[in-house]
């Protein structure tokens, strides 16, 4: 294998790779990525054998071939090289030499056989969806996923399709039992929605996290298939397929209260700042914070005996009965943080019912965060 490629196309195409690359040792080898260099391409596979990526770019072949390097090694090395093109050769021993001007680099390899068969997909029923909205409701939903590795149906996010009448929609769902999101947004005119199965997938947060990367990037829609237990996400030449999460998904709806008594209006950048500010001499585990709702006030305090104690009133649209509450202060600034809308909505009902937190006039996202014990 000899080729010349521009660094900006090799940085490019290592750069996506970073996160992919499994860094915990259990298969040592998946710390490479493998190169194969073919008819003007070089093609870069990287996977932990739950998310993998394929991409290429344009270079200037010389000798065709394949290796296996280290992902990090080589883009710490190519990061740091002047701009233009860049000389790879293997070597025979499996050492991939990397050459620029008078820089001279020789990094350990290994040979193509010992790389883990990659995975592939036969679909061609590939849906667009739009980039900008997709790469919103990861947002929305992926601070909610669970971290529990034994409540592994917890750990990604619920994709599934809404039908209500002639309308339908997609939502994504996530929760860790003390908190979710949930955030709906109609289908794209034109989209097969029986490409989309029925019973809803659950993506993994590793997998969300490496889409969200894809979208961020993509200035077009993105398209998106489903064939037995993976996902495949496709943006001109990137290929992601993510291993999705086998299980059933809990009931949710059981989760978001219907009936609350109390509403309040409030605007979000005071909140936020006020939360932010309180919750710095809260209890640094529990995050805990009280909030104490009265007509056109809500006081947020904080009190840790070993720090101190905080307390910050601030102007809401509230006409009901008084009511004080607990919250971990931690998920109520996710939340917030997760949308930019200028005033939300805050429904509460009593002391351990759970709070609903939505942007004014976004109803199709909905927050519920469970009560602390004042």
């Not at 794209?188 to 029986?194: A, F, L, N």
């Not at 291993?243 to 978001?256: A, H, T, V």
């Amino acid at each position: 294998m000899k080729l010349e490629i521009e660094k900006k196309d090799l940085v490019s195409l290592l750069s996506k790779t970073q996160n992919v690359v499994e860094k915990r040792n259990s298969m040592p080898v998946l710390v490479n990525v493998l190169f194969e260099a073919k008819k003007n391409k070089l093609k870069v596979f990287a996977t932990d054998l739950e998310v993998s990526l394929t991409d290429e770019a344009p270079a200037n072949i010389k000798e065709e071939g394949t290796l296996a390097i280290s992902a990090r090694n080589l883009f710490d090395i190519v990061k740091e090289l002047n701009e233009g093109p860049i000389l790879l050769t293997k070597k025979k021993n499996n050492w991939l030499e990397i050459k620029q001007h008078k820089s001279v680099f020789n990094l350990v390899g290994l040979s193509a056989e010992e790389y883990p068969v990659f995975p592939t997909f036969k679909t061609t029923d590939f849906i667009k969806i739009n980039s900008k909205t997709f790469a919103e409701m990861i947002e929305r939903t992926i601070y909610s996923v669970s971290n529990d590795e034994t409540r592994y149906h917890l750990n990604g996010v619920f994709f599934e399709k809404k039908k209500d009448n002639s309308k339908i929609s997609f939502r994504m769902v996530a929760t860790d039992g003390h908190r979710l999101s949930l955030v709906e947004r109609p289908l794209e005119k034109g989209v097969e929605e029986s490409l989309i199965p029925a019973a809803g997938v659950i993506i993994p947060r590793k997998g969300l996290n490496e889409i969200k990367k894809i979208l961020d990037t993509s200035m077009e829609d993105v398209e998106m298939a489903f064939e037995g237990s993976q996902l495949i996400i496709k943006s001109g030449s990137t290929v992601l397929m993510v291993r999705l999460i086998e299980g059933k998904y809990p009931n949710y709806q059981q989760l978001i209260p219907q009936q609350m008594k109390k509403h309040a209006s409030i605007n979000r950048e005071t909140f936020l700042g006020s939360i932010r500010r309180v919750s710095l001499l809260s209890n640094h585990k529990s995050k805990g914070i009280t909030f104490n709702l009265t007509k056109g006030k809500l006081e947020i305090s904080s009190n840790n005996p070993e720090l101190g104690d905080a307390k910050e009133e601030i102007d809401v649209d509230y006409s009901g009965e008084d009511l004080k509450i607990g919250f971990n202060a931690k998920y109520i600034m996710d939340i917030l943080n997760s949308f930019e809308d200028s005033s939300l909505e805050l429904a509460l009902d009593s002391q351990l019912s759970p709070g609903l937190i939505r942007p004014e006039n976004d109803k199709s996202y909905t927050c519920v965060v469970m009560p602390m014990r004042i």
